[in-house]
């Protein structure tokens, strides 16, 4: 199988873990395919380097992703689409469900969060794929389990 | 737990994922985009030759050290409806190191190398603490993350540090200690912490010989339990040490006090 070849697969097999990921932390539609594209464009580049298994390319991918969504939201031109967005937010809320039920999680929580629940990764793989200590990840699940802990039992209530 | 664990995969499968034809075009785009990058690449370095390149040196100012400001743990605690409640802890230190040290990368695709305490502190021109109670101090790298080449953060374990041997088919105590830190090149302004789950309580134990507050958490919820598990977390000059203490057929009391003889003999 050559390079191209390798690319087409695992585009095809990761691409929605990487989008779901992103999305999860940008929670915007548009920034996640960006992210989507960042991601792949640097897997591209790197692809003949990269002679590791498949588990591991997507581990490297999460790692990526991760490091552009923390990108994308820092950067100026994001920052002035976010003041336009806050501007008309009660819109973006009814638009998009699911910014409104998880936007509360913090930020910094919201990539372990996601590889713990939704990727079922254990402490120690996710601190190795956000470079964090296991200590800073279990302080940003636990951070993180208590801000949906309270959503959750709002919608709770709600229903 | 479960429930939320629910409750936040179904907000995530609300999500509407890329159609066909938004792969499609993604997919074209990361092609296209290469395809023009090695052009413009093959240009740049044709006539690179007959241009003089000024190197502009750009003055990064970093931020004021936050370290001076804030040396230990911000802790938030939460009380719940049910009168239980938890903790988590951030901290924003940043240490000096040898920004240029000479260590590799390490993440999850490769492993880390192997270093005495003192091999460490020569190539990252730090102080480590250390106890009498450490019979072997070989640190395991665990992470170690650069940005432009600068060191970045890292953390490392020293396992097993009393040597305890184990007996087959039985439990034994184990003891571990992890340090990490992170340096001004980190790209977050959060660099360690831990949490508790609710109904945790945290201990905090001050070290007189550092002059710093430890913070002791134990998962012993009977007093005869066989097994005790207690992580105690402290900042001291900036680094993260955190030590795991895995305890077999002790009392509460002798587990604490053993944890606690360990943590007062840390020194330089």
């Known amino acids: ?159 | 737990m479960k429930k939320i664990d629910e409750f936040y995969k179904t907000e995530l499968d609300k999500i509407d994922y890329l159609s066909v034809e938004e792969e499609e075009i993604i997919h074209n785009n990361i092609k296209d985009k290469y395809r023009k990058n090695q052009k413009l690449k093959k240009t740049v370095l044709g006539i690179s030759t007959f241009l003089l390149v000024c190197l502009v040196g750009i003055g990064i100012t970093y931020a004021e050290e936050i370290s001076d400001l804030i040396k230990t743990f911000k802790l938030t605690t939460t009380t719940h409806d049910n009168g239980n409640t938890s903790t988590y802890a951030e901290s924003y230190v940043r240490k000096e190191v040898n920004y240029d040290a000479d260590l590799p990368e390490v993440d999850s695709t490769n492993d880390g190398g192997e270093y005495s305490i003192q091999e460490l502190e020569e190539i990252l021109d730090i102080k480590i603490l250390k106890s009498d109670y450490f019979k072997n101090d070989t640190l395991k790298q665990e992470i170690t993350v650069k940005n432009d080449g600068k060191i970045a953060g890292a953390s490392f374990v020293l396992k097993n540090f009393m040597n305890i041997k184990k007996e087959k088919n039985s439990v034994s105590d184990r003891y571990d200690m992890i340090i990490g830190f992170s340096t001004k090149y980190a790209s977050d302004d959060v660099h360690g912490g831990w949490g508790t789950g609710q109904g945790l309580k945290v201990e905090e134990y001050y070290l007189k010989n550092l002059k710093t507050t430890s913070y002791i958490l134990s998962s012993k919820s009977e007093q005869n339990s066989p097994l005790g598990i207690y992580h105690a977390y402290l900042i001291h000059d900036n680094m993260h040490y955190t030590f795991e203490f895995f305890c077999t057929f002790k009392t509460v009391e002798e587990e604490k006090e053993l944890i606690k003889n360990i943590l007062d003999s840390l020194h330089y």
């Open chain 1, 1 to 159: 199988m050559d390079d191209n070849d390798r690319f087409e697969r695992l585009f095809s097999t990761y691409n929605k873990d990487i989008f779901r990921l992103a999305y999860s932390y940008v929670l915007n539609r548009h920034d996640a395919e960006d992210i989507v594209q960042r991601t792949f464009y640097k897997l591209y580049k790197h692809i003949k380097k990269l002679s590791i298994p498949d588990a591991e390319i997507k581990k490297w991918l999460f790692r990526v992703a991760s490091n552009e969504s923390k990108d994308i939201l820092k950067s100026p031109s994001h920052k002035n689409l976010k003041i336009s967005f806050d501007e008309t937010k009660e819109v973006v809320q009814n638009d998009d469900d699911f910014t409104s039920s998880l936007g509360d999680v913090s930020k910094n929580c919201r990539i372990a969060l996601y590889l713990y629940y939704y990727e079922g990764y254990n402490i120690k793989e996710i601190a190795k794929i956000i470079r964090k200590s296991e200590s800073a990840v279990k302080m940003r699940l636990s951070r993180g389990k208590e801000e949906l802990k309270m959503k959750w039992r709002d919608e709770n209530e709600k229903d």
